[in-house]
């Protein structure tokens, strides 16, 4: 076989969190102490040991996650992206993704990463409602928030920034009032996501005690509605379910998750997907810190497992990412990819009857859930997919 030109996509876990928030699901973890430099030299080895197996590659994105990656030092970020850009061949317009918070501390350090050749930000501002900002336990005001985005913007070409929707007792002309506030603080792109409750998290606990309630069924459903509309009036396009931005805009490094692209992930809990000799190969590592440096610092690297994905678990995975985009799912590149046909991967006669039911529909070459069709994908799926 010859050499692999697909574009690949590198992410970067970094677990450390200031505080952990009660919604919150994610590998991240609360530190008095960190040892950066470990740390620093454990993700360079990783990434040398993943760049070693995948080849030289094109490469499209990086993405800094977490956690809170703003905590890392930018010497850190800077050392990462030079060893990507000279252990892989960096496409011109390649996409460097840094997720931070508001808070001024984090504020303080942007233009270091900026230097450090970080080119989009992710701000996780959640809420521009201070008894939300509270609720949802975040550290940062509402004044605070704006200060990191005017900033933010003034520092990046391009900028990202969260908000949390569907809160306790939230009203639609609220949400409509606070959406348009942050919109027209926004760049060229927004991530809206509902609040769920997720197991595990602080606010499982209060939720199942009945100390809260969240906005369900109709409800629920107006504020989505709410959140298109208003990101239209700007401009701002959903080209996925939570995600909206200008044309052109959109995460490049997240695409290549819904298009099931290849990607490496390093770094504690980090997950990735590579594709070598027509197999999907699935690999996670540890997700504790100080163990995920342990094993690195022995091993060179810390992965837990490592599998060879069937046919029918890739295509799966695939169609489960690819119906969450706007553009919907090419059926030929996803055959092509994970070697199940179309019509082995997709109920036909259920196809037809969510398509007559409004919730799919056919663009072009592309299967792709409607508006109502992807509020609803969590019930479609899996009678969709075989």
Known sequence: MGPVTEPIALYVHWPFCASKCPYCDFNSHVRDRV????????????????AARAGERPLAS?????????????ETVAALIADATRLFAPRPDMEVT?????????????RAFREAGVNRCSLGVQALEEASLRFLGRQHDAGEAVAALEHAR??????????IYARPG?????????????????????????LTIEPGTQFATLHGRGDFALPEGDDAARLYFVTMEEAARFGLRPYEVSNYARPGAES????AYWRYGDYLGIGA????????????????RHRAPEEWLDRVERDGHAVTEETALSPREAAREAWLMGLRLTEGVDPRRIAARTGLPFEAAVDLAMLEALAEEGYLEWRGDHLAATDEGRLRLDALLPVLLR
């Open 98 to 110: 840094l997720e931070a918070n508001p808070t001024s501390v984090e504020r303080g350090k942007l």
């Open 35 to 50: 040892d950066h430099l470990r740390h620093r030299e454990a993700l360079r080895r990783e990434l040398a040991r993943e």
């Open 269 to 284: 809990g980090a997950h990735q997907r590579l594709r070598v000799e027509g197999r999907v190969l699935a690999a996670r």
């Open 170 to 194: 939230q009203a639609e002309e609220a949400w409509r009032a606070e959406l348009r506030r942050a919109l027209s603080l926004a760049a060229d792109h927004l991530s809206l996501y509902q």
């Open 62 to 74: 990086i993405f800094f996650g977490g956690g809170t990656p703003s905590l890392m030092e930018p």
């Open 252 to 255: 490049r490094h997240n695409l």
């Open 154 to 163: 003034a520092t990046f070409p391009r900028l990202s920034f969260d908000l």
